[in-house]
């Protein structure tokens, strides 16, 4: 037989299919390519979803795009490349789409792009058709200021490709300034069969953190939630970041600034709370069991020095007690007891209610005290004052800006625009309680955001600024967090100078801080632009709110500033849509962006279905909401590339690191029994060092990573799986790995810092580093890929990641194991993760029942391209890995 040897040096995709082997479910239309690349540089998220697909009928097809993204977040570029040929998303006016949209829903043509899913995301779909044997690449970005609730951000990655993909891959890395607290993933992702190809990686300096998530196919098959169709979940991104510094965190870059405010060392100021609670009938049944639920809960978690009141609303109103009462044990036990009697009947007197509730706060005044009204109900108004209108301004005026009203519309049945209305204007924010199981943990949740004020009136200035965010804040509550942006007006200041004033408990407390502009200003190049973009979307985030409060010519003002930036910065806003113009056919999509709780546009009206029958949860029976068209239109040509807003983000370049050559290795034994190599540093971790640590391989538990040294000099067994058929062996040098030789059946991948050659009696196929990134190769359970400096393979269920790092002239490779079967028939050096060990005093740590001496040292972390620092537990290689070198030398690789 004849063995050709390809040479993969044209720049494009070489599929190679198997057919003799009765191979996986080959797709007609195959994704070959799934990527999602999430930047977060001080709490704003870039999200980049790239999906590759090849149409491989001899026919042309049409191909779906189809993604959901956090509701919170903006779509600010979209873009489909089809041969050779890139055709942009284009930003418009919405009401300039407007037209084409009612033509195309004359002509009966309808095709929603975004539409609103569930609690937390928004569906984003599009098509097009490809040509026989073509392919498209689609890309959308997203962007998202992280918010902070009850002390943590939360980063949520949708993952739901609609088939498995062999290149599957999920890498979030984090810059947080004054470093990360703490870090959790979590999320339907993370569950069982896929935990262990979750990888998440903190630097020493807790500046920067990594995730990457890389399922093989197998596993995406697995999962729960998922089967024939892939993946389906959510990856949680849980973190915090240290506060080291009470007047907050301050940064600066090109002209704009961003300061977070969240100080801890204030004391809970007492609250007056008065819960407005609807019963009306249609609260009948599991709503009204729910709220009584998180009603016993919520008093029991009552401060004793908190003084709270209940009042109860149908089509008249109910006090449990006339004024407000001490959180006392007894008096809150008296209040349970009336919760526990709450039921539903008869309609809903919203505005008597909220008036009682106001005039009970107002008759309690309190010094150093913190007053919040919260107003829970499933319906409009039906009886007493219906008229939103009317109510709105009674309450406005009865409230007089003195305390926050906090609205929560139960189900899909409220007005939810009057709720948020009415809720801006006072100060607070309407959020919607969905009709589910846990409906009872949204309403505690809700509360706990507010349950603990920490400031009132909080007001930041800043010198030398102008077109701020949000400066004034009624309430500061624990877990929150304050952020202003602006632009900088005077470059000239040598120090930048912010000041909070505020009411704590029964004080007046000034936060004032002034910045050296020179430490102000370092933002990694790469990322400079991130600030100006984050101000843009909370002025655009904060404008559409003030929208919704205003009239007349104000109203259109501050709509008018929203568009405006929303165009600037090609944010797709309710104001704004994305025009996708595609190849075939000149057919033209448009994108709208969702209003919470809205109707589609096709409805006549709001369709009332009476909340107490027994239907199943709203939000999944919701009707596809389609707020946007497909429409045909002769003339219009391929969209002009705009210039990228952001391509200073796109620096793949190798990130620079530390030296770390002429090390002499000691044995580990010995080496440790020797001052620790490099002491942490939790300042600058990108400093070269002056001890020099010697390569050290990492093994991943918690709190931190265990280390040894590496043994070089050897052909190591990297890793065995007996099961499978599957080894892995590799020489390793002082630099780093030079040869990587994995065998799998009869299919054998020689790794070198050259190139890497695949052989498995048939295809022999040569990829050579620094080529195309889109070089790869697919086979029935054997995928290699080959990307800038990574080389991802899979063999059977191992997937592991070779890095190429290059420094001082020198090349080695790393590999990294993104994911490997089920412990028991492993061996080999890379084998061991997640190691179970236990802190002890003295510098010991005990893993599996040894004690053995521990140094807390750090190591460079091969496993990733920027080749962070971590801190770890520096221990004697016999034990991290419980056996002695011979156990993982071969004789051949
Ligand atoms: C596509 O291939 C099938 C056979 O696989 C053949 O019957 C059909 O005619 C082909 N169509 C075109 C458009 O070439
Ligand atoms: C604020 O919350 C944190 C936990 O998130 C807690 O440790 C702290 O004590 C709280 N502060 C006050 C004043 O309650
Ligand atoms: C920023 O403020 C200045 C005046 O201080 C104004 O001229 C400019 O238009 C503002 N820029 C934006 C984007 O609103
Ligand atoms: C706080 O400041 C306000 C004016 O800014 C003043 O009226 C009030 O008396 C001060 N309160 C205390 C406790 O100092
Ligand atoms: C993710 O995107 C950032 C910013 O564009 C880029 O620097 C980085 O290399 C990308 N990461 C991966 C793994 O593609």
Known sequence: MERATILLTVFGALLLCVTSLPAKKEQDVNIYSFHINSTVNSRYAFTVITSRVANRLNESKEVHF??????????????????????????????????????????????????????????????????????????????????????KYELRINAQPMQPVADFKIDVYINEHPGISFLEVKGGLKTQELSSAVISTLAASTKEAWVNFYPTREQQTKCEGCGENGLNGDLLIEYDVKRPNQNGELQASNGYFVHYFAPTDVQQIPKNVVFLIDRSGSMKGRKIHQTRLAMLKILGDLAGDDYFGLITFDSSVHDWKPELLQATETNVQMAKSFVREIDARGGTNINEAVLKGVEMIKSHPRLGSASILILLTDGDPTSGETNTERIQENVKKAIGGKFPLYCLGFGFDVNFDFLEKMALENDGVARRIYEDSDADLQLQGFYEEVATPLLTDVQLNYIGAANLTQTSFRQYYNGSEIVVAGQITDNSLETFQTEVIAISKNTNVTYQDSVSTKDVADVLPQHENFIQRLWAYLTVKQFLEKEVTLKGEEKE??????????????????????????????????????????EP???????????????????????????????????????????????????????????????????????????????????????????????????????????????????????????????????????????????????????????????????????????????????????????????????????????????????????????????????????????????????????????????????FDYGLPAVPTVECWLVPFQSALQGELSDFTVSQL
């Not at 407007?98 to 984003?124: C, D, I, K, M, N």
């Not at 269920?797 to 790393?814: A, E, M, N, T, Y």
């Not at 080999?828 to 002890?840: A, F, H, N, S, V």
């Open 601 to 859: 546009p096709t409805h006549s009206g709001r369709t009332r279905v009476p909340s107490y029958s027994a239907r199943q949860p709203a939000v999944h029976k919701r009707r596809p909401h389609f707020s946007s068209v497909s429409y045909r239109q002769r003339g219009l040509s391929q969209v002009a590339q705009p210039e990228p807003a952001l391509s200073g983000w796109m620096d793949t370049s190798l990130r620079k690191f530390a030296v770390q050559s002429e090390i002499t290795l000691l044995s580990p034994v010995v080496s440790l029994l020797s001052p620790v190599a490099m002491p942490t540093q939790a300042e600058q971790p990108k400093k070269t060092p002056t001890t020099l640590p010697p390569v050290r391989f990492l093994i991943s538990a918690q709190p931190k990573p265990i280390c040894y040294n590496a043994p070089v000099g050897h052909k190591l067994r990297l890793l065995l799986d007996t099961s499978s058929d599957f080894s892995m062996n590799g020489e390793l040098s002082e630099k780093g790995f030079q040869l990587i030789a994995v065998h799998y059946k009869t299919a054998k991948l020689l790794v070198s810092p050259t190139e890497s050659v695949y052989s498995d009696g048939e295809n022999n196929v040569k990829l050579i580093w620094g080529q195309s990134a889109a070089n790869r190769l697919e086979l029935d359970s054997v995928s290699v890929f080959l990307r800038d400096n990574e080389l991802d393979v899979t063999m059977g269920s191992v997937r592991v990641v070779f890095l190429l790092h290059k420094k001082d002239g020198d090349v080695f490779l790393w590999p990294s194991i993104r994911h490997q079967p089920k412990k028991a028939k492993t061996q080999g050096i890379l084998e061991k993760t997640d190691l179970q060990y236990e802190e002890l005093p003295g510098s010991k740590i005990k893993i599996m029942d040894q004690e053995v001496m521990a140094h807390l040292s750090s190591a």
């Open 66 to 151: 189809q993604v959901k993204i956090p509701k919170n977040a903006f779509i600010s570029k979209f873009r489909m490349t089809i041969e050779g040929k890139t055709y942009d998303g284009v930003v418009k006016q919405k009401e300039e789409a407007q037209q084409q949209y009612s033509q195309a829903v004359s002509r009966g043509e309808s095709a929603g792009l975004v539409s609103s899913v569930g609690r937390t995301l928004e569906e984003f779909k599009t098509s097009v058709t490809v040509a026989a044997f073509s392919k498209v690449t689609f890309e959308l970005t997203y962007e998202e200021l992280l918010k902070r609730r009850l002390g």
């Open 557 to 598: 003002a501050a709509r008018k500033k929203a568009l405006d930036l929303s165009l600037k910065y090609e944010f797709v806003t309710p104001l704004t849509s994305m025009v996708v113009t595609k190849p075939q056919e000149e057919e033209t999509q448009v994108a709208h962006k969702p209003k919470e709780g809205e």
